[in-house]
C-alpha cells in the first residue's frame, strides 16, 4: 500500500515552454502532498506544500507564478513549470501524506526535467 | 529553516560490517525520519522516530534521538551490497520535513 506515481518520469523541453508533472497517490487519498527539487548529489529542497482544494503554499525563495500547482483531488497534484530555462533543470520529486496524524511521507519516483 | 548536517557525507565499508551515520538539526522538532534513495530514484521511508523516543529498531536498522544534542544516528548492521544508497535524515515539525544533506553509502562486495 501506499504508492505515490509521477508521471513522465523525464521530460525535455525547449527552453520558454510549459511543463506538467503529475503525481498521484495510488491507493490511498491525499489530502495534503509535497513538492521539492533536487539537484545532482545535493538533498532535496522542499518547493512547496499542496492541499487539496486549496491554494498551495509555496517556501520561501519559490516563484509561485513560475511553478503552477494544483491540488484538485485526493489522489492527484500537478506540477506546472512554466516558461523553463535551462536553470530549472533538475529532479522534482512529491510526497503524500500518509494517515492523519502520521508524520510519513510517501515519495514519489521522481521525474527527472532537462531544459534545453 | 535550515538544513540539517549529516556525517560523514560519503562511506565506504566491506560488506558485513556495520555502517553508522549521524545527523545532526538546529531547531526543535516533532519527530526525525531516515530515508535511503537509490541513484536517480525516490526516496524509501525507512524509519520514523518520535521527539519523546530515544531509540529504535527496525530489522538490521537502528535510530538513536537526543534531542538535547539535537543529534540522531543510524546503524545498519550486517550491511549488504543491496544497502549502496544514500541515506537522508529529516526533520518534521507540523507535517514538513527538512532533509539534510545526506550521506552516500557504498557497500564493497
Known amino acids: 500500500g501506499a504508492v505515490v506515481s509521477q508521471h513522465p518520469s523525464w521530460v525535455i523541453c525547449k527552453s520558454g515552454t510549459s511543463v506538467k508533472i503529475e503525481c498521484r497517490s495510488l491507493d490511498f487519498q491525499a489530502t495534503t502532498m509535497f513538492w521539492y527539487r533536487q539537484f545532482p548529489k545535493q538533498s532535496l529542497m522542499l518547493m512547496a506544500t499542496?492541499?487539496?482544494?486549496?491554494?498551495?503554499?509555496?517556501e520561501q525563495g519559490v516563484e509561485k507564478d513560475k511553478f503552477l500547482i494544483n491540488h484538485a483531488s485526493l489522489t492527484l497534484s500537478t506540477l506546472t513549470v512554466t516558461s523553463a530555462h535551462p536553470e530549472d533543470s533538475s529532479f522534482y520529486i512529491c510526497?503524500?501524506?500518509?494517515?492523519?496524524?502520521?508524520?510519513?511521507?510517501?515519495f514519489g519516483p521522481g521525474t527527472r526535467l532537462t531544459v534545453t | 529553516s535550515q538544513q540539517g548536517e549529516e556525517d560523514p557525507q560519503a562511506l565506504s565499508i566491506q560488506e558485513g560490517e556495520n555502517a553508522t551515520m549521524n545527523c545532526s538539526y538546529k531547531t526543535s522538532i516533532n519527530n526525525l525520519q531516515w530515508y535511503r534513495q537509490n541513484s536517480g530514484r525516490g526516496l524509501v521511508h525507512l524509519i520514523l522516530i518520535r521527539s519523546n523516543e530515544r531509540e529504535k529498531h527496525s530489522g538490521r536498522l537502528r535510530v538513536t534521538l537526543d534531542t538535547s544534542k539535537k543529534s540522531s544516528s543510524l546503524l545498519i548492521t550486517a550491511s549488504r551490497a543491496a544497502d549502496t544508497a544514500s541515506y537522508f535524515c529529516a526533520t518534521g515539525k507540523n507535517e514538513k520535513l527538512t532533509f539534510g544533506t545526506g550521506t552516500r553509502l557504498t557497500i564493497i562486495p
Open positions: 510526497s503524500a501524506l500518509g494517515l492523519a496524524g502520521s508524520y510519513e511521507q510517501y
Open positions: 499542496s492541499n487539496e482544494g486549496s491554494k498551495a503554499t509555496y
